[in-house]
């Protein structure tokens, strides 16, 4: 079964900052990996698709890398705003037996203060 | 484009009622899941689709029918709701392609008491 680690659960850092954000997964046969932002009471924005062929992507002032060998994704903000809090969640797709499907991560909950 | 649509936003039940959370995306996507978030959770899968007249459990599926009689539409029924079954709720829906990017609606909060 996957499984799938975000650490920190919670993160606040001052405006400006760079950060990254982890995410760690045992099973490395998989697809892609989507990272999500979710504002609070709100649904998930899609932030960045990383094929299981790629290594990383970028947008904007975020990036984010893969390393299936190791089962670690990253997602690294650059000069962070207080417009940046949210919860951040990775999402892995995998093939199973019915289809393919998709496996969160708890999310890492970011406050960027000013 | 009006993505993935979710109804109702917020719902209050009582123990032992039931209904039904709709869900539709006009992308003409195959898959599509139902999720439920909760604290400390994360998302789980409840059912998901691969196609039309074509459905399967996921993790937690207890409690929860779904079916898929068209492309457009994958609705979540609760038949006897429980107070575990507070929770928001979360449809997705992608193409069949694998390497494709999935799409969330906004939510369904749903309080049952």
């Known amino acids: 079964k996957q499984e799938v680690t975000q650490i920190p659960a919670a993160l606040s850092v001052p405006e400006g900052e760079n950060l990254v954000l982890n995410c760690s997964f045992t099973?490395?046969?998989?697809?892609?990996l989507q990272w999500f932002r979710q504002d609070p009471g709100k649904g998930l924005t899609s932030l960045l698709l990383?094929?299981?062929?790629?290594r990383e992507q970028t947008s904007g002032r975020l990036n984010a890398s893969l390393d299936k060998s190791s089962g670690r994704s990253t997602l690294y903000i650059a000069a962070s705003q207080p417009g940046d809090s949210a919860t951040y969640l990775c999402?892995?797709?995998?093939?199973?037996?019915?289809?393919?499907?998709?496996?969160f991560g708890t999310g890492t909950q970011l406050k960027v203060e000013l | 484009n009006a993505g993935v649509t979710q109804t109702p936003k917020f719902q209050v039940l009582k123990t032992g009622q039931s209904m039904t959370l709709q869900c539709a995306q006009d992308?003409?996507?195959?898959?599509m899941s139902w999720y439920r978030q909760d604290p400390g959770m994360g998302l789980r899968l409840i059912h998901y689709?691969?196609?039309?007249?074509?459905?399967d459990q996921g993790e937690v599926p207890n409690g929860y029918n779904v079916s898929r009689s068209t492309t457009e539409d994958f609705p979540l029924r609760l038949l006897s709701a429980a107070p575990s079954q507070t929770s928001v709720y979360f449809c997705?829906?992608?193409?069949?392609?694998?390497?494709?990017?999935?799409?969330f609606g906004q939510g369904t909060r749903l309080t049952v008491v």
């Open positions: 997705a829906s992608w193409p069949g392609q694998l390497n494709t990017e999935a799409f």
């Open positions: 689709s691969v196609g039309a007249g074509i459905t």
């Open positions: 099973d490395s046969a998989i697809y892609n």
């Open positions: 990383i094929q299981s062929s790629q």
């Open positions: 999402a892995l797709k995998k093939i199973t037996g019915g289809g393919n499907k998709l496996t």
């Open positions: 992308m003409n996507h195959e898959y």
